[in-house]
């Protein structure tokens, strides 16, 4: 017998016309649970990211250190439970004792990888407080370019160390009592990159990331590392880097980095969108170089992965080639995201959600004005970008089992890619109370209806669809028109029998949330 909601489906309506693609999922099937940290971030030394971003003293909206609360509340709506920090390349030039100890003696520095001046008003202390302020744990990266293995298992004393040691207590004399208990630290970051200052090659780098992380466990065994993978899948050494690295540290760190930055240089939105694509590859290819060393090792101990740096990012390199060197926070990387920017995210979100089994931590980079989700103006407002939805929708909703989905949807060929589904979409289930399918509709002249057979969630009804979408691709948000391109609400789903059906817009982002019968008013 049918519901009245099958008089409704879109099933049974004037949809003949219309591409669909067909999803069926079942509460049985898993790929794995999402550890909270896939929805970490980043903030580096870079640009106006700390100073003019986090930190702003003077401001209207600052609080009595300094740090800006507006800011601090467009973080807190992300839920970001991690953030790496200082660097980035500025690590690899760092030194940590720069930024403890009383503001008015810290060194100016000239900062070498981004051609800046550093002033070090913010350092490791105020950083692990603000961190606290917005809820989230500090991922800390050591420089292991013009550093190594002696000033990183100070730091871990530093920020580890309740008390009773040299730098211990130097951290309480600095007017931090309770160690940072800083959990997740990264051995250097993008060592084979041949801009990285003190850049190592793969032996080079394996050998000082092993030893580097036994003083470090040494000091707290609590902790977990980070070996540094390829900046990204087009470097000339990758996966051989992987390999090499992994050969020397693979029963001394937990995780393997990650990096990529997709561009739209040639303004060809197809192939754009495709790109999450060579990002499953990525992973994919990383998830087998680790598993070849743990066969080569005969070791029980699995590596996972880390993915501690993605994004879109090329707005902003032309003008930044423009930037006059050694000033103080200038507008660097500054990318002014669109729609289509967004809609990449979303796919890059997916992306990750599907390999939830392997992918523990991943850093959204970056979080304020450098490459981020928020930007501020100096002395002005802050606002939401185009990809703070993406990531806020799946940070709120995204978290408990990613489910094995089967997915057939029309696809096409782009440039670089061949058979791209134009439906992008991944499924996660909070036992119990919640389902809630993510999907990217890549297609630039059509809707597509989705067919989705939920018919193993049974007493599952959808409470809302979360649409971001523009009629121009191109379409920003900016400070004095902040709410340009914003998340709708569109009409809540039909489900009959069983199958649940839905238009997906054109280029568009969706949000399609269930909950249990009887949940529905307490979750929405
Ligand atoms: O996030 C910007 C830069 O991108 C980082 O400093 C570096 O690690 C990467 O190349």
Request: hydrophobic letters at 35%; charged letters at 25%.
């Amino acid at each position: 017998m049918w519901n009245s909601q099958c008089y409704n489906s879109l099933l049974y309506r004037e949809v003949e016309i219309m591409k669909k693609a067909k999803l069926t999922a079942s509460r049985d099937y898993l790929i794995g649970h999402v550890d909270p940290r896939m929805y970490g971030s980043f903030i580096e030394h870079l640009g106006r990211a700390v100073y003019f971003g986090i930190y702003e003293p003077g401001h209207p909206a600052a609080d009595g250190s300094g740090f800006r609360r507006d800011v601090i509340e467009l973080v807190k709506e992300l839920n970001v439970p991690i953030i790496r920090y200082p660097g980035g390349n500025f690590v690899s030039g760092y030194n940590w004792e720069d930024g403890v100890g009383p503001v008015e003696k810290r060194p100016r520095r000239s900062e070498l990888a981004w051609s800046t001046v550093e002033t070090n008003r913010i350092g490791t202390n105020e950083f692990a407080y603000w961190a606290r302020q917005v809820n989230s744990e500090v991922m800390m990266t050591v420089n292991l370019g013009t550093r190594g293995a002696d000033a990183a298992r100070n730091l871990v004393e530093y920020c580890n160390h309740p008390e009773g040691t040299y730098w211990s207590d130097l951290r309480k004399e600095h007017g931090y009592s309770d160690p940072h208990n800083i959990k997740v630290w990264c051995l250097g970051n993008e060592m084979d990159g041949p801009w990285q200052i003190c850049h190592k090659n793969a032996e080079e780098y394996g050998r000082l990331a092993c030893e580097t992380a036994k003083v470090m466990k040494l000091m707290d065994p609590g902790i977990e590392l980070v070996a540094a993978g390829s900046s990204n899948g087009r470097m000339p050494t990758f996966p051989q880097w992987e390999a090499t690295v992994l050969e020397h540290t693979y029963e001394h760190i937990e995780y393997l980095s990650l990096h990529s930055y997709y561009t739209d240089l040639d303004r060809d939105t197809p192939n754009f969108l495709a790109q999450s694509l060579g990002m499953d590859d990525f992973i994919k290819t990383i998830v087998s170089t680790c598993d070849f060393i743990k066969g080569k090792k005969h070791s029980k101990k699995t590596v996972n992965l880390s993915f501690d740096e993605w994004n879109v990012w090329y707005h902003s390199l032309e003008p930044d080639k423009k930037l006059e060197k050694w000033t103080t926070a200038p507008h660097q990387l500054e990318d002014v995201y669109d729609l289509q920017d967004a809609l990449v995210v979303g796919c890059m979100l997916i992306t990750l959600l599907k390999h939830a089994d392997r992918v523990k931590i991943a850093c959204l980079a970056q979080l304020v004005n450098v490459i981020a989700p928020i930007m501020t103006s100096n002395g002005g407002g802050a606002w939401r970008q185009t990809i703070f939805y993406p990531f806020m929708h799946a940070s709120k909703y995204g978290r408990g089992d990613v489910l094995n989905i089967q997915i057939s949807s029309p696809s096409y060929d782009s440039k670089e890619y061949t058979d791209v589904p134009y439906i992008e979409a991944a499924a996660v289930y909070k036992q119990g109370s919640e389902l809630t399918i993510f999907a990217v509709n890549r297609d630039m002249n059509e809707s597509i209806l989705l067919e989705a057979d939920l018919r193993s969630f049974e007493g599952y009804v959808p409470v809302e669809h979360i649409v971001l979408e523009n009629v121009d691709v191109y379409a920003v948000n900016t400070e004095s028109d902040p709410f340009h391109v914003i998340p709708v609400r569109k009409e809540i789903p039909a489900v009959c029998e069983g199958i649940m059906t839905v238009e997906l817009p054109k280029l568009s982002w969706n949000v399609i949330r269930l909950s249990v019968i009887g949940a529905a008013a307490v979750l929405s």
